[in-house]
């Protein structure tokens, strides 16, 4: 008999759910097994776990404190440089105190005092890592690596799968999801992608079979400001949204390939993103500041498109 195992439960802030095809009765041990590895992973490098390096590195009262690094960490440095790079360095995990900022003044937008501060405590450049050890040169610097480390977790979670011969399984931290085959009766995995539909959101069921996909920005909480809509992705040169896509979506064969394609278009003024996703050969959606919907996605969902 067809049979799944699976779990729900909360991680790195998100709302997971881990499915696995019980392999030979094997599927209870396979799944807390996935289930470790993203504690192991959390525990490390997530920014509200105690004691991970992200937590450390935001709690250190001298900017000389250093933390040692590994192969592990330093593959994540060098993949937050390669989005940084391609977003003309407007994506920032520094902006931590600027995001918070935004998500608690009302009414908007927050007064220039305010962000100026903020923006005191945002900047990559202040990072400083040689491959061996990671530090900042100023003590009030904040850090939120999580929306990178999830995509690196559903790759990690599908490798694991896979080398333990699991055929079947769905890893789902809610914008960050990634498949292995299909379910083991033969029924496709279904992933839903939320949209605007007139007043109302709508959602609409993806086919995602051994592949990944991941979501960047959120149209349903987006900010208005002098009657227009901006998502909540800011710069950290000023401190205000950036007018870009309120959310992208792609899908890709790996996680950290979908979401750096979500996100450097996520940072781009609208036209330049479209451009941009146009360009890859993916399954991409994009929600435009009118809520037009964008892209093959739209196109299989039956929405208007304009690519």
């Not at 009765?25 to 490390?44: K, T």
């Not at 933390?67 to 931590?96: H, W």
């Not at 960050?176 to 949209?195: K, M």
């Amino acid at each position: 008999m067809n049979r799944l195992v699976e779990k729900r439960f909360h991680a790195l802030g998100r709302a997971c759910h881990i499915v696995v095809g019980d392999l030979n009765g094997r599927g209870p041990a396979l799944l807390e097994l996935a289930i470790g590895e993203l504690r192991r992973i959390e525990g490390r490098l997530g920014a509200h776990r105690q004691g991970s390096l992200v937590h450390a590195f935001n709690h250190s009262l001298s900017p000389s404190t250093s933390a040692a690094i590994d192969g592990e960490v330093r593959q994540l440095l060098e993949y937050i440089s390669a989005i940084r790079e391609k977003t003309n360095n407007v994506f920032d995990p520094s902006i931590v105190c600027v995001d918070k900022l935004w998500r608690s003044t009302a009414p908007l937008p927050p007064t220039d005092q305010a962000i100026q501060t903020a923006l005191t405590m945002t900047g990559w450049h202040h990072v400083r890592h040689d491959g061996n050890s990671l530090r900042s040169d100023t003590s009030e610097l904040m850090l939120n690596l999580d929306s990178c480390i999830c995509p690196y977790v559903v790759d990690s979670l599908r490798r694991l799968l896979l080398r333990e011969g699991v055929t079947s399984a769905l890893i789902d931290l809610d914008r960050d999801v990634g498949t292995i085959g299909r379910q083991p009766d033969g029924a496709n995995w279904l992933v839903g992608i939320r949209y605007p539909h007139g007043s109302r959101t709508a959602i609409h069921r993806m086919k995602l079979n051994n592949a990944c996909y991941s979501q960047r920005g959120n149209f349903e909480r987006r900010l208005m400001i002098n009657g227009e809509h901006f998502g909540q992705a800011f710069s950290p040169a000023d401190g205000y949204p950036i007018p870009g896509p309120l959310s992208v979506a792609v899908a890709a064969p790996q996680a950290l390939e979908a979401c750096a394609a979500a996100t450097v278009a996520r940072f781009r003024a609208e036209q330049e993103a479209l451009d941009w996703l146009s360009a890859l050969n993916l399954p991409w959606l994009s929600i435009d500041r009118s809520r037009g919907c964008h892209g093959p996605l739209a196109r299989s969902a039956g929405l208007s498109s304009a690519r």
